[in-house]
Nanobody
Framework: QVQLVESGGGLVQAGGSLRLSCAASGHTFSSVAMGWFRQAPGKEREFVAGINWTGESTYYADSVKGRFTLSRDNVKTMVYLQMNSLKPEDTAVYYC???????????????????WGQGTQVTVSA
C-alpha cells in the first residue's frame, strides 16, 4: 500500500519561507517520479513541481520558478519542497503525488498520478 504523508505547512508572512516534506512508503521510491500540486479554494488542483527518479531533473510551474526548489532523498524516501519569497497567491493546500504508470516520466497532468497524500495547508498573509 503506497502512502504519502506531507508535513511542514503553516502560516507565514509574504516574503517568508516554508519547507514542505513528503514521506513516501509502500513502493519502489527510488525508481519513481514525484510531483507536488496545490489547490486553492474554488480552483482546480494545479501542478507546482516535479522531480525525476534520480533527482537530477526538476520541473516547475512558471508561477513558482525561481522561488521554489524541489529535491529528494532516495535513501530516506523523502521529497522536499523549499518555498521562498512566498506570496499570498501561493496560499493553498499542497499535495504530494506519485504514480505507478510511466514511473520515469514527470508529468504536469494530475490525472497521471495515482497516489496522493492528505495535503498540508500553506497560508501566506499579505
Amino acid at each position: 500500500q503506497v502512502q504519502l504523508v506531507e508535513s511542514g505547512g503553516g502560516l507565514v508572512q509574504a516574503g517568508g519561507s516554508l519547507r514542505l516534506s513528503c514521506a513516501a512508503s509502500g513502493h519502489t521510491f527510488s525508481s519513481v517520479a514525484m510531483g507536488w500540486f496545490r489547490q486553492a479554494p474554488g480552483k482546480e488542483r494545479e501542478f507546482v513541481a516535479g522531480i525525476n527518479w534520480t533527482g537530477e531533473s526538476t520541473y516547475y510551474a512558471d508561477s513558482v520558478k525561481g522561488r521554489f526548489t524541489l529535491s529528494r532523498d532516495n535513501v530516506k524516501t523523502m521529497v522536499y519542497l523549499q518555498m521562498n519569497s512566498l506570496k499570498p497567491e501561493d496560499t493553498a493546500v499542497y499535495y504530494c503525488a506519485t504514480k505507478v504508470r510511466n514511473i520515469w516520466v514527470v508529468s504536469r497532468d494530475r490525472d497521471e498520478y495515482d497516489y496522493w497524500g492528505q495535503g498540508t495547508q500553506v497560508t501566506v498573509s499579505a
